[in-house]
């Protein structure tokens, strides 16, 4: 079993910053891939940004140049940096592990809102 919990989330005006944050705890050793998504309102869960094998990364076309995705191994976190962020960003993110074995975790989600 593979524990996610997200912080960070919170209200933040166009072009505002945010920093979110995943603690992985339990069988951090199976996890292959570690990433984030996000689901806006009558939309689909979407990727976001995520590791995979090891040490690289795949963001969405949306995000990139404007999102870092980073990692630290010794404290089982993930972090999502948001810049310049946009209207359109505003969505609930979830933090989202798969195993080897194929397994899929999800955290509860932040919310992510940006205003006008």
């Known amino acids: 079993q593979v524990q996610l919990v997200e912080s960070g989330g919170g209200l933040v005006q166009a072009g505002g910053s945010l920093t979110l944050s995943c603690a992985a705890s339990?069988?951090?050793?199976?996890?292959?891939?570690i990433g984030w998504y996000r689901q806006a309102p009558g939309k689909q869960r979407e990727l976001v940004a995520a590791f995979t094998s090891g040490t690289w990364t795949n963001y969405a076309d949306a995000v990139k140049g404007r999102f870092t995705i980073s990692r630290d191994t010794a404290k089982n976190t993930v972090t999502l940096q948001l810049n310049s962020l946009k209207p359109e960003d505003t969505a609930v993110y979830y933090c989202?592990?798969?195993?080897?074995?194929?397994?899929?975790?999800w955290g509860q989600g932040t919310q992510v809102t940006v205003s006008s």
């Open positions: 339990g069988s951090t050793f199976r996890i292959n891939v």
């Open positions: 989202k592990a798969v195993t080897r074995f194929g397994t899929d975790y």
